[in-house]
Each structure stands twice: as C-alpha cells, then as structure tokens.
C-alpha cells in the first residue's frame, strides 16, 4: 500500500493507493478519526452493484451504521435535481454533524456526494473511495465538489477537502474499456504539465497499463496523485499554481457541454482538449515540434480521441455519432455556437479571453490570456 498525507494544515488527510483496500475502508475510516455511528455512502447503480455490498461490510464491521444512497450512473446525475433527492434521503437516514458521507464511483459520485457533504447541516466529513481510472489519479483529489448546469460544467460548487482518500487499484480490473481508457487523460497531463520523464514511462508501459497491470496501476495512480497533492498543497483554491491542472480542460469542458453531458466521456474531451491546446502551445508558448508530435502520439496510444467532434466541422448529427463510437451529436452550426457559449462561460475567463494553460515543454505549464477568436480561430 502506497501511503501518503496531502498537507493542508487544519485540512490534511491521508492518501492511501494499493489492492484489496475496499476491505479495509472501515478499519483506515476509523485510522483517519472518523467517528463510527451514522454515515450514508452515496453510489452509482452500476458500483453499487459490483462493490456496494463489501465497502457497507467493511464499514459495519467498523461500527458504522450506513445509509446506502444510490443515484443513477452518468453525468446526468450531476445536477441539482439529483442533488435535492441526495438531500432528502440523508435527512431520512437522520445525519448528525459527527456523520461521515462516504463516496464510493466515479467523479461524478465524488463531485456530488462531496457537494452535499460540504452543504448539508453545513458541513459533514467525506471520504473519497474512487472507482474509476479519472476519479482515482485526479478529481477524487483536491477539494472540488459540484454539479453542472445546463450552460456550463461545474458552475455550482464549493471547495470541500475529504477527510480520507481510499484508492483501490482493482476496481479498475471491472470498468468497461472506454471508461477506463479515458481515465488515462488526466495521468498523460500530469506528465505534459510537470513530469517529463513520466511521459518515457508511460511511453514504455502503455501496453501493460492497457493490459490493466495491478503493479502498473498502483504506480500510475499513486504518482499522478502525489503530483496532484503537491500542487494542491501550494494552492489549494486554484489563485496561481493549481490553474496548471486545467491543462486540456478548458476546451475539453466546453466539448462536453455543447456535445450534451455523456456524449463524451471527461477523459475523452480533455484529450482533444490537450491535443488543441499542444497546438496553442506551438503558436503562443514556443513548444517544440518533436514535443508537440510526442505527446500527441501518447494520446492516441492510449485509444483516445484526438481530433474535435465532427459537427465542429459542419458535419450533421449521424456523421458526428458514427465518428464518436456511437454517441449523438447536432449539427454544426448548432454546435459551434454552444461551444463558444461554454467556452465563454468557463470560470477562468478574462474580460474577452480567458486564461488558459499552455506547455513550452513537456513537463513544464504556463497561463497566457488568450482571446475567444483566437482559440476558436485556430481550432477552424
């Protein structure tokens, strides 16, 4: 078990990454001074079904008397619709302030269980137990809790650091390939951001990782989690260092937005988002070609799509689900227009720019406030 503390004074807490940790989620809940009595663990269907049954056990066999909430599996359930029924079901379960909600899936489980942990009776503990590739090397870390809106991606939220984090590697081993594929984005932008030589490493191991490896797991997840809580220790509410972690996102969060939530995977949009911004990279922040081609090619090497949707283009909603594995689309003048919109939406925006984050070599970030026209310009 790899084991380590993200350092946020009063709010620090402990990391743990490794096999088989799901039962031993009660015993480490109790190590980390949780209090066993009430608790609700807040799920998805589909890990519900897989891993619901053992993290309850573990927990009871602890002393915690759990409430299991389970929402339906998706992006859709990252909404304030969701989010009321959340609320209902914890006052059912009769909460008290010395409740602990436990998050157990995907980001979009942690994104909104730690939501309701940080609103209701202003404020409970919340332990993140990440079930997918994406919520285990990243959002699962770092304090951000949420819900979308129809306009834009996580525009309601609130910064609510977990008491505990439980990363279970073999929960991977059951996650459908793309869904486990995607997750691979965000270790890749670790690399880009501010680990060059994770790029070689990933380089050399893909097949195993693909292969889903526990070893190599383990190790993904725990590096890409050690560099997240580094950066996250040095700014925890994103003033400076921590836009860095935006890398891709910012084009990638409008993809999802104007694509409609689930027609692409988070993982999915941000690798496209990646791959446009290595190209802003190469006009504003001197990225080298060879670089440039490098990281593209590891992207691709790990199954993910790279090109922006089809309807971008002008194409019409079939030829943008076909080229999309199957997922729907509209047409592209409908698209452009939403992606703009998100895009103008996005949270880091700068009067008529917006801030974005761009690499002048791999392993090293940095922002330049770039124009609306100028990002859409080059993305036509």
């Known amino acids: ?13 402990p990391v743990h990454v490794g096999t088989g940790l799901l039962d031993r ?20 269907a589909n890990v519900a079904r897989l891993y619901g049954v053992r993290a309850v056990a573990s927990l009871a066999a602890a002393g915690f008397a759990v409430a299991t909430i ?36 995907g980001g979009v489980v942690g994104d909104l269980a730690g939501f309701a942990a ?29 819900v979308n809106l129809h306009a834009a991606k996580n525009l309601v939220g609130a910064f609510h650091q977990p008491r505990l984090i439980v990363a279970d590697v073999n929960t991977l081993l059951t996650l459908p390939e793309r869904e486990f594929r995607e997750g691979l984005a965000e270790v ?3 690399g880009a951001i501010m680990d060059a030589p994770m790029i070689t490493a990933l380089e050399t191991a893909m097949p195993a990782i693909l292969a889903r490896d526990p070893e190599q797991l383990a190790r993904i997840v725990g590096r890409s989690l050690r560099h997240k809580a580094a950066v996250v220790a040095s700014d925890e509410r994103e003033g400076g260092l921590r836009k860095i972690l935006n890398f891709g996102h910012t084009i990638g969060h409008a993809i999802e937005a104007s694509a409609g939530y689930g027609s692409y995977f988070h993982g999915e949009a941000v690798a496209i988002g990646m791959v446009a911004a290595v190209g802003l990279s190469r006009a504003h922040a001197g990225l080298s070609a060879a670089d440039a081609d490098r990281l593209t090619r590891l992207i691709e090497a790990a199954g993910l799509p790279t090109q922006m949707p089809p309807a971008w283009r002008g194409q019409n909603a079939a030829d943008q689900g076909a080229a999309a594995g199957g997922r729907g689309g509209h047409s592209g003048r409908a ?41 859409v310009s080059y993305l036509a």
């Open 335 to 375: 698209f452009e227009k939403d992606f703009e919109r998100a895009l103008k939406l996005d949270k880091k925006r700068a009067g008529e720019g917006i801030e974005f984050v761009l690499i002048d070599r791999l392993g090293h970030a940095l922002t330049r406030t770039l124009a609306f026209a100028e990002i």
């Open 188 to 190: 890749i932008k670790y």
């Open 118 to 146: 940080a609103t209701y009776l202003r404020g409970l503990a919340v332990v993140q137990v990440p079930t997918t590739m994406t919520a285990q090397v990243d959002s699962a870390l770092g304090g951000k809790t949420g």
């Open 25 to 44: 989620l009660g015993e480490l809940a109790q190590a980390a001074g949780l209090t066993p009595g009430r608790a609700a663990l807040i799920t998805d």
């Open 1 to 13: 078990m790899d084991s380590f503390r993200v350092e946020l004074g009063a709010h620090a807490h």
């Open 70 to 105: 389970e929402v339906p599996a998706g992006e859709a359930s990252k909404s304030l619709a969701t989010l009321e029924r959340v609320y209902d079901r914890l006052a059912a379960a009769s909460l008290e302030r010395a409740s602990a909600i436990f998050a157990l899936g």
